[in-house]
């Protein structure tokens, strides 16, 4: 058996599920991750990797399916890569994230006895999504708006044929039927040959009050009929502002991409609370407004302000954070990387009357450190990094000079479960930790956690 090779096809019972979201089975002691299978599926594979400790398959056929596994609602799910986990039922899928919250603390944190609570699920687990980006594809003739198949450049969901994603909001999928039409009447212009000049095409709504943002990524900053384009798609549902943003090339932060506003304001407003928000094409907003509210309820509930506290939000991004917790605080200091989001982040302050709040624009891993060294230490951080977590330098700064307590916002339990280790054994108690499905249908799981210094 040592000798298998890709290709071969096999036969196993599946365990469990990964951290995203394949089915984990075993074949004579090997480790092998089989995706779209389920717990108690018996499954036909095809091998398609092979390394010393495990195997990567590709489902052929299920024998007998597992009592978790229900019918995906959408026909292309198979096919798609913007849900992972549609053939589980979703109170299955809120045990999985609730396990994997768990299990992420244990075995990479080293962390045993955490509190985790029950995550928060929705009541709708679909149509959520208040942004997407759109791949353009030049395919049997016509310009396609669609989402990549997993792993690949391909489109696995086409808008023309699929009319539906099931979990972005109804009128942005309406939106974006009316926008394909709209870019094929302009084909010819948008087109180098057979390469289209559109690279994405990314709608943002704005749920509250129903402004709609259309961000058209080209590979120009300008092309034939641009003005045409953008006057017919400022006619075009509620879209409020049109902005054309540089493609952004592989391995550069999304924000490396020059906007240009082709028709409205270049930004959209939205409301959190009594909390109005200014939102521009680069800036970061959470997807799902109903979860982002249930999460910022806890995270303003782990802060325990009383209004004497001085408080950092660190990775603040618009000043979504910083602007919820500011009416209980006594000064919030925002620090974001980038300009835009501390352009929008100042306004949207201006636009609450809020001030006890200031922004800086740096990098948290040099700012942080230099405010704890020069003695500004805050009485309550709010930690909300990117996915790949915090530098360690941030870590480092924090086992310094302890904070009393720390809130953690997290979009994926591994990195979280590193860091809290760290700090675990640098002084800090890991109090409580409370995940929230942000990303119904799909393996992603946003998690607060709440910290003292021992």
Known sequence: MAGIQPGEQVVL?????????????RWQGRV??????VPGDRVRVTVVEVKKKYLRARLEEVLVPGPARCRPRC??????????????????QLQYKTRLVRDSLERIGRLTGVKVLPILGMDNPWHYRNKVRFHVAYREGRLALGLYAPGSHVLGHWMARDAVCHILDGELNNL?????????????????????????????????TGET????????????????????????????????????????????????????????????????????????????????RALYEKVREYAGLTGMENVVDAYCGVGTIALFLARQAREVLGVEVSPRA????????????????????????????????R??????????????????????????????????????????????????????????????????????????????SI
């Open 342 to 373: 501390v352009a929008d982040a100042r306004q949207n302050a201006r636009l609450n009357n809020l001030n006890n709040v200031s922004f800086v624009r740096g990098a948290v891993e040099k700012l942080l450190p230099r405010l704890f060294d």
């Open 32 to 37: 092998v991750f089989v995706p779209l299978a």
């Open 176 to 208: 974006a039927l009316r926008i394909e039409c709209l870019l094929n009447k302009y084909r010819e212009s948008l087109l180098d040959g057979f390469k289209t000049l559109l690279s994405y095409v990314t709608l943002r709504k704005a749920v509250a």
């Open 375 to 452: 003695g500004d230490g805050p009485d309550v951080l709010v930690l909300d990094p990117p996915r790949r977590g915090c530098h360690r330098s941030v870590l480092e700064a924090l086992a310094r000079y302890p904070v009393p307590r720390v809130v953690y916002v997290s979009c994926d339990p591994g990195t979280l479960a590193r860091d809290l280790g760290f700090l675990a054994g640098h002084g800090y108690r890991v109090v409580e930790v409370q995940p929230v499905d942000m990303f119904p249908q799909t393996y992603h799981v946003e998690c607060c956690c709440l910290l003292t």
């Open 75 to 92: 026909p292309s799910f198979a096919r798609c890569g913007g849900c992972h986990v549609q053939h589980l039922p979703y109170d299955y």
């Open 13 to 25: 019972e599946v365990e469990n599920l990964s951290h995203s979201g394949e089915g984990v089975g």
């Open 213 to 292: 943002m259309v961000v058209l990524a080209t590979t120009k900053d300008r092309w034939p009929r641009q003005e045409e384009l953008a006057g017919e798609l400022a006619g075009t549902g509620r879209v409020t502002t049109v902005v054309q943003q540089t493609a952004v090339l592989p391995g550069r932060e999304p924000d490396d991409g020059r906007t240009r506003t082709l028709y409205g304001r270049g930004y959209i407003t939205d409301r959190l609370g009594d909390l109005v928000f200014r939102i521009s094409a680069a800036s970061f907003y959470q997807v799902n407004p109903v979860q982002t």
